[in-house]
C-alpha cells in the first residue's frame, strides 16, 4: 500500500487566505485522524472521523477549522480565513479497528506557512 | 490534559541503555508510544493496554503502572536509529476513543557513535 497520502506537502499563503490541506487513508482503515504540530504545542489531536463521521472535534481550535470526510478515501481540512498563527505541520493519520495494536499511520504532514 | 514526559532531553553512546517516562495526572487507559525522526512522520512503536497487555512490533519494552498512572519506555543496546523524539500519548477508555490520543511534549533521544 502507498500508506497514507498528503497534500499538498508545502503551503505557503497570505493571511486571510482559504487553505485546504488533503488526506487519502491507507484503503481499508477506518478511523482517520487530523493532527497539528508546533514547537509551542506538541502534537495536538484536532478532530478524527470513524467510518466518515466525526467523532470528536473538541481540539479544533476555532470555527476557522472545519473537516470533512466525504468518503472512506478522502478528507478535507480547511482553515478560512488563515493566520500566521496558523503555521504548523499539519499530520493526517489512519488505522484500522481490527488491529490488536490500535496503531495509527501518519502521512508525511503539510507544512503550512501563513504569511 | 497533556501527560508530562521525562527527560525531556537524552544523549547516549551506542550501545547504553535509556527509560523514558511518561506520567499523566488523569486515569490511564492506554498508552501509545511513537517515535519520529527530524523532518518525518511520527511512527508507532507499541502500545500498553490497561490490564497488563502490551503490544508493538520493535525490540522496544515498556511498562504501564496503573496506580501511577506512569508508563515507562525502556530503550537497550541503544543503536544509532534510535535517534529521534519519543512521544506517549495516552489514549480514552475504549471503543472509538482509543484512538483519542493526548500527546506529551517528547523526549529528544540522541545516539553517538
Known amino acids: 500500500d502507498a500508506g497514507v497520502i498528503q497534500s499538498p506537502r508545502h503551503e505557503v499563503t497570505e493571511m486571510g487566505q482559504e487553505v485546504t490541506l488533503r488526506c487519502k487513508p491507507i484503503s481499508g482503515h477506518d478511523y482517520l485522524f487530523w493532527y497539528r504540530q508546533t514547537m509551542m504545542r506538541g502534537l495536538e489531536l484536532l478532530i478524527y472521523?470513524?467510518?466518515?463521521?466525526?467523532?470528536?472535534d473538541s481540539g479544533m481550535p476555532e470555527d476557522r477549522f472545519s473537516a470533512k470526510m466525504p468518503n472512506a478515501s478522502f478528507s478535507t481540512l480547511k482553515i478560512q480565513p488563515s493566520e500566521p498563527r496558523d503555521s504548523a505541520v499539519y499530520f493526517c493519520?489512519?488505522?484500522?479497528?481490527?488491529?490488536?495494536?490500535?496503531?495509527?499511520?501518519f502521512g508525511p504532514g503539510t507544512r503550512l506557512t501563513v504569511t | 490534559q497533556q501527560p508530562v514526559q521525562s527527560p525531556q532531553a537524552v544523549i547516549l553512546r551506542e550501545g547504553e541503555d535509556a527509560v523514558i517516562n511518561c506520567s499523566s495526572s488523569k486515569a490511564l487507559y492506554s498508552v501509545h508510544w511513537y517515535r519520529q525522526k527530524h523532518g518525518e512522520a511520527p511512527v508507532f512503536l507499541m502500545i500498553l493496554l490497561k490490564g497488563g497487555e502490551q503490544k508493538g512490533h520493535e525490540k522496544i519494552s515498556a511498562s504501564f503502572n496503573e496506580k501511577k498512572q506512569q508508563s515507562s519506555l525502556y530503550l537497550t543496546a541503544s543503536q544509532l536509529s534510535y535517534s529521534g523524539t519519543y512521544f506517549c500519548?495516552?489514549?480514552?477508555?475504549?471503543?472509538?476513543?482509543?484512538?483519542?490520543?493526548?500527546f506529551g511534549q517528547g523526549t529528544i533521544l540522541t545516539v553517538h557513535p
Open positions: 500519548g495516552t489514549g480514552g477508555a475504549g471503543g472509538t476513543s482509543y484512538g483519542k490520543l493526548t
Open positions: 493519520a489512519s488505522s484500522f479497528d481490527g488491529t490488536p495494536t490500535y496503531e495509527q499511520y
Open positions: 472521523f470513524n467510518n466518515n463521521v466525526p467523532i470528536d
